[in-house]
């Protein structure tokens, strides 16, 4: 261990280990049980986590119904959720003895990617906290900002997140200075630490600040809302129930980070006398948990979302059972018209060979092959006429949703509107 005098001479021929052995944080030399069920759990947390974001974002991508403003915030967020998932399975398979291999930079870098998807995450938050007290103050459901702001926003928020991130390996660390060392994150300066940290929490207590006066003023509407029309009374209870489903993602979020952040504010402040490392762990899984929880808050607040999230699945499952017929000739069974797992299929019963599928464009075309049906329907809304079961009706004017199978027998289905 360096002396005193050296504390703040700068040596970059230090290694990682180096630095954990400094401040005292032990590095597992051999996997343990503890080790092995950590990275067990943890990599199963953030295949369910980025699965589930990209869920979210397909489904505001696909639905129409999502897209304005606020939603394209709500599928950056996801975004910001997916890269958390990405940075903790990086954090995952680079922790216990595997972080002795690791070099400085790839340390850095290991700790930039957590540090951008929290940075990612509040700023996302905090563009939706504005976004809401503009529309609610005004009873709109959505803002009128226009989709290229959006996606400027969006930009914005990822430059200032990576330029969060990359601080540290910029120079704002302890190479130079020992005893500013943190002990959670041996290389990083306490002082960085406690600028983060206070940063992030100054912004919960705006976007909190934010929302409790949309809270007052949805209150204070709420007891004239007797005195409008049946519309208005829809359209306002819309808007609070979108609101409600944010303030609840945000709660949960101010929840799930903020005794991370304050144990790393103590860790700035008190240095080894926090006794920060007693709890660091739990602190980490308490935030890692958090990027799993928005999408089951979508899914029990947002039934469109839930119906679009049951569509998605449904597609899948029928996709993957469509191609085992792909090489035979296929018999189309089409059933009556009927809701199934939340997709709506348009059709009815009538069994037929694909020689018998003719596309009435009034062209007349015989497509012999099930591939050249499917390529053909594509593009097209497809309807199948009660009136003559062997053939479509091809409606030009609008596109097909989605297209799959249900136990190797095609289906063309649409998402409800």
């Not at 343990?32 to 589930?52: H, K």
């Not at 952040?261 to 860790?267: F, W």
């Not at 018999?331 to 596309?359: M, Y």
Request: charged share 20%; proline share 2%; net charge positive.
């Amino acid at each position: 261990m360096e002396s005193s005098g050296r504390g703040n001479a700068c040596d970059y021929s230090h290694n990682v280990t180096f630095f954990y052995d400094y401040v005292g944080k032990e590095i597992s030399r051999h996997w343990r049980v503890r080790d092995c069920v950590v990275v067990v759990l943890g990599l199963t947390i953030c295949l369910i986590m980025i699965l589930s974001n990209i869920m979210v974002m397909a489904a505001i991508l696909i639905n129409r119904r999502f897209h304005f403003p606020i939603y394209f915030l709500l599928a950056n967020m996801a975004a910001a959720d997916l890269f958390a998932g990405l940075a903790y399975t990086n954090l995952v398979l680079n922790t216990g003895p595997w972080t002795i291999r690791l070099s400085k930079q790839q340390w850095f870098i290991r700790n930039a990617l957590v540090d951008m998807s929290l940075t990612a995450s509040v700023a996302n938050l905090l563009a939706v906290a504005v976004e809401r007290h503009q529309t609610i103050i005004t009873m709109q459901l959505h803002s009128k900002m226009t989709k290229r702001r959006v996606v400027l926003l969006i930009v914005c928020i990822w430059a200032v997140s990576i330029i969060m991130g990359l601080v540290p390996s910029m120079g704002w660390n302890c190479e130079c200075q020992l005893s500013d060392c943190s002990i959670i994150a041996p290389l990083y300066s306490r002082r960085y630490m406690i600028f983060w940290a206070s940063l992030n929490l100054l912004t919960f207590s705006v976007m909190v600040a934010v929302y409790a006066r949309i809270y007052v003023y949805v209150r204070r509407k709420g007891k004239r809302m007797s005195q409008h029309s049946s519309h208005q009374l829809r359209h306002n209870e819309t808007v609070f129930n979108l609101m409600k489903t944010i303030s609840i993602v945000l709660g949960v979020f101010v929840i799930c980070w903020t005794p991370g952040l304050m144990t790393l504010l103590l860790d700035g402040i008190m240095g080894k006398d926090s006794h920060a490392l007693t709890y660091e762990k739990y602190c980490l899984i308490l935030a890692e948990c958090n990027s799993l929880v928005n999408p089951i808050i979508y899914s029990f607040r947002d039934e469109e979302m839930r119906r679009t999230f049951k569509c998605i699945l449904c597609c899948l499952c029928r996709r993957s059972s469509d191609h085992q017929g792909e090489q035979s000739p296929v018999e189309f069974n089409t059933l009556q018209p009927e809701v199934d797992n939340g997709c709506e299929v348009k059709s009815e019963k009538a069994n037929f060979t694909a020689l018998q599928l003719i596309k009435t464009d009034q062209v007349g075309l015989v497509v012999p092959q099930r591939s050249k049906v499917l390529e053909a329907a594509r593009g097209y809304d497809v309807m199948i006429r009660r009136q003559s079961v062997s053939s479509f009706n091809m409606k030009t004017k609008t596109s097909l949703q989605n297209f799959s199978s249900v136990e190797g027998k095609c289906f063309l289905f649409t998402c409800p509107s």
